[in-house]
């Protein structure tokens, strides 16, 4: 008989909905030994999370996360919600012998970091952290390939992850508050380069940091019951931003390469441009979300009459990761299809009893870089991670 993992999947807007999706291409297109049931989704506003629920194919709904963490029916939690229910909602599952991934940031503070990396280590469930980018086929390519030592000792890690969205009058939501956020771009998408960079590159030692808040106060955002996001409520009043609207730094690794990291949201034109070049010895690589299918490779052991940059497209079945999974070779994936890639792994912990990455602890060593960039912004000098 078919295992059944079922799962409950808190949050109902952007996440919810995608890991929702994910979840669906998992079962359709993966070799799991199991099929993982849409059990509940769980959100704040009735209506619309029954809505959501039917949409998207939940058995059930529920606006009352309480009573799903002591249900014996549900296994696995999806944590999609805004980053101050991280910590209470991911705690309480662990506690409850619940299998937890939550969304990124993890917290947003370091020592909700350190105090849920050891819960999670202590509890004997699976817990992972949902960097989605780690699970692209690209970025696993570029693993592999400074893993085998194609790039030899790694000089340089040079990332950005740029986004406009920051600009013009978007209104006053959880994304624009320290105490709920934790960190502005710093933790929103600063927090997936990082993981990038610790991914590829290893652990980084310290770094030196400037950020900056463009936009100091947004217009109140309009209450709809299901998430605030970008709409004012047409009050005039003002909230204050206290988070950064951009960041940069400069990094040094332990394996002995320095980088530059920087995140946006005030980066004119990029809708979501994340791009990163990663220099060796022996070979560079070069990859850019808007061309997701792609990883740019430099062989600086190849006759120098013939060097030049090549484009792999990362498609091939049996040979590139995750390929011939869902579609022949040159039939591209999307941004979206990384996530049935991460729950792979996450599923496939569960049912193997093994464990998957990244877990709580690498998000705390994520938390532990976002520390000490904002520490050195304020020092104004270099700060240890
Ligand atoms: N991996 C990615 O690429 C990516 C992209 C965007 C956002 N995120 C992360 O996903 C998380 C959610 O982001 P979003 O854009 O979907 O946020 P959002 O504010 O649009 O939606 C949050 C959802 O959580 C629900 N919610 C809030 N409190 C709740 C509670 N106590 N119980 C049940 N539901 C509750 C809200 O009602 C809403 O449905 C954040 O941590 C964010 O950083 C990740």
Redesign the pocket.
């Known amino acids: 008989m078919t295992k059944i993992i079922r799962t409950a999947v ?9 890991h929702a999706a994910g979840i669906d291409d998992l079962n359709r297109f993966f070799d799991l030994d199991a099929v993982v049931e849409k059990t509940v989704l ?4 009735e209506e ?2 029954k809505q959501m629920a039917e949409t998207l194919g939940f058995k059930e709904y529920s ?1 009352d ?1 309480q009573s799903l963490i002591v249900r014996d029916d549900i296994d696995a939690f999806h ?5 101050y ?2 910590f209470n ?1 991911s705690m309480a599952a662990l506690l409850c012998k619940k299998h937890v991934l ?4 993890l917290t947003p503070t370091v020592q909700e970091a350190e105090a849920l990396a050891y819960a999670a280590g202590e509890s004997g469930m699976v817990h992972q952290v ?4 780690r699970y692209m086929p690209a970025v696993r390519l570029a693993a592999q390939m400074i893993k085998k030592g194609l790039l030899g000792d790694l000089y340089h890690f040079r990332g950005v992850y740029a986004q406009d969205w920051g600009m013009g009058d978007g209104a006053f ?3 624009f508050q320290k105490d709920k ?1 934790g960190a502005g771009a710093l ?2 998408i600063g ?2 380069l990082i993981d990038l960079a610790l991914y590829l590159c290893g652990d980084i030692t310290r770094v030196a940091a400037t950020m900056q808040t463009f936009k100091k106060e947004r217009p109140l955002a309009a209450d709809k ?5 970008k709409e004012a409520d047409g009050s005039g009043q003002m909230g204050i931003v206290d988070v950064d609207d951009a960041f940069c730094a400069t990094a040094e690794f332990a394996c002995g390469a320095i980088g530059t990291l920087e995140a946006s949201r005030f980066a004119t034109g990029n809708k979501n441009g994340l791009r990163f070049e990663i220099d060796g010895e022996k070979g560079a690589i070069s990859f850019d979300l808007m061309k997701l299918n792609e990883l740019q490779y430099f062989d600086a052991t190849a006759p120098r009459a013939l060097q030049g940059w090549r484009t792999i497209q990362v498609t091939e079945e049996g040979v590139h990761p995750y390929a011939g999974l869902r579609w022949p070779v040159g039939h591209q994936l999307g ?1 979206a299809d990384s996530f049935a890639n991460e729950f792979y792994a996450f599923y496939s912990a569960i049912l193997n009893g093994t464990h998957s990455t990244p877990d709580f602890g690498d998000a705390l060593r994520i938390a532990r870089v976002i520390d000490a960039i904002e520490r050195s912004h304020y020092s104004q000098g270099f700060e240890e991670v």
């Open positions: 808190v949050g109902t807007r952007f996440m919810g909905r995608a769980c959100g704040v506003n619309h999370t606006t996360f944590i999609c919600t805004p980053v229910e991280h909602q939550c969304e990124k940031p949902a960097h989605n980018y939501s959880w994304r956020a933790g929103d927090s997936h019951g299901e998430g605030i996001v941004w």
